[in-house]
């Protein structure tokens, strides 16, 4: 029943910034932590970036400076502004979102299709 929907990947040139979007639908509450990770080919899964219900961040170092991550746990969203984007950053970018399911109020990670960042000339 939880959903998470992403938007805002797409070519960009290096040096230019694209800023993602990912929301939660359905019975998803007391979400914490949010977070971006991306995988590029050939790669495995990295954690880009995250941010606490408290509004603390913690960024991969590939990205300190460049990236950042935001949240809204009212609309149950996550962003992720990225800026002086390098070739090394063209990945498959995922939001996570870890929170309760209203029936069960168990705790699960949610998870979200995944969209293209390809940084290219």
């Known amino acids: 029943q939880v959903q998470l929907m992403e938007s805002g990947g797409g070519l960009v040139q290096p040096g230019g910034s694209l800023r993602l979007s990912c929301a939660a639908s359905?019975?998803?509450?007391?979400?914490?932590?949010m977070a971006w990770y991306r995988q590029a080919p050939g790669k495995q899964r990295e954690l880009v970036a995250t941010i606490t219900s408290g509004g603390t961040t913690k960024y991969a170092d590939s990205v300190k400076g460049r990236f950042t991550i935001s949240g809204d746990n009212a609309k149950k969203a996550v962003y992720l502004q990225m800026s002086s984007l390098k070739p090394e950053d063209t990945a498959v970018y995922y939001c996570?979102?870890?929170?309760?399911?209203?029936?069960?109020?168990?705790?699960?990670?949610?998870w979200g299709q995944g969209t293209q960042v390809t940084v290219s000339s």
């Open positions: 996570n979102m870890r929170g309760a399911h209203m029936v069960s109020w168990v705790t699960n990670d949610y």
């Open positions: 359905g019975s998803i509450f007391n979400i914490n932590p």
